[in-house]
């Protein structure tokens, strides 16, 4: 797929430290968010999701932390690998029953091995 | 795995040709989307169906594209006549949504490249 924006934010890490990428959602309506990863050539692939009455939400190496005063949400990937090397796209969900997801403009991860 | 399968995946046409881009939602997901992504505008929503009904084309240039669901195992994404503004990455996404909740977001295809010359 195609990467987005030719100024897309680009966050570099160590293999091994812990990353995370930061977005403002747009929409204080919204009640479902969800990360997603982007590696060349391929679809959108699905990370993690959280509803709005949450805070915080874990997977494996994963944690969502969802602020709604700020419309802010952020993905920490902790011990990051080569493999996580990707575009990484927030999503929100407005609650208005279609259930259409509007996406982020993308951050592009690097891990330096 | 179950995955969301579109056909092509690479596409390149003359301006002015028919492009017809095909999408296999996974079984038992009821609402398909269609995204077309570029390097300037990132993810754009196009149309989207829930059981097979059109519930919002809004997105879509409604001149020169036109989005169908034949049946539930099929979803097309037309464009007639291409123009070189059209190339981009056209994403298939299906997704099963409940009443309002929509769990585990979207799972998306592999894309359709389309080259407009």
């Known amino acids: 797929g195609e990467n987005v924006g030719l100024h897309l934010p680009t966050l570099s890490v160590q293999e091994g430290d812990n990353s995370i990428i930061n977005c403002a959602y747009s929409?204080?309506?919204?009640?479902?968010f969800i990360w997603y990863k982007q590696e060349s050539g391929k679809g959108p692939q699905f990370i993690i999701d959280i509803r709005s009455n949450m805070d915080k939400r874990q997977g494996q190496r994963v944690t969502v932390l969802l602020n709604k005063t700020v419309k802010h949400l952020s993905l920490q990937i902790a011990a990051t690998q080569p493999g996580d090397s990707a575009v990484y796209f927030c999503?929100?969900?407005?609650?208005?029953?279609?259930?259409?997801?509007?996406f982020g403009s993308g951050t592009r991860l690097q891990v330096q091995p | 795995d179950a995955r969301v399968t579109q056909t092509p995946r690479h596409k390149v046409t003359e301006m002015g040709q028919e492009v017809t881009m095909r999408c296999q939602p996974i079984?038992?997901?009821?609402?398909v989307f269609w995204y077309r992504q570029t390097m300037m505008q990132g993810l754009e929503l196009l149309a989207y169906f829930r059981n097979r009904a059109p519930l919002d084309d809004s997105g879509m240039p409604k001149d020169r594209f036109s989005a169908e669901m034949p049946d539930a195992t099929l979803a097309t994404l037309k464009i007639q006549p291409s123009e070189p503004r059209d190339s981009a990455v056209y994403f298939c996404a299906s997704g099963l949504v409940l009443g309002l909740v929509l769990d585990y977001g979207y799972t998306f295809g592999s894309g359709t490249r389309l080259t407009v010359v």
């Open positions: 929409n204080s309506a919204s009640d479902y």
């Open positions: 079984l038992g997901h009821n609402t």
């Open positions: 999503a929100e969900n407005k609650n208005t029953g279609r259930r259409a997801l509007t």
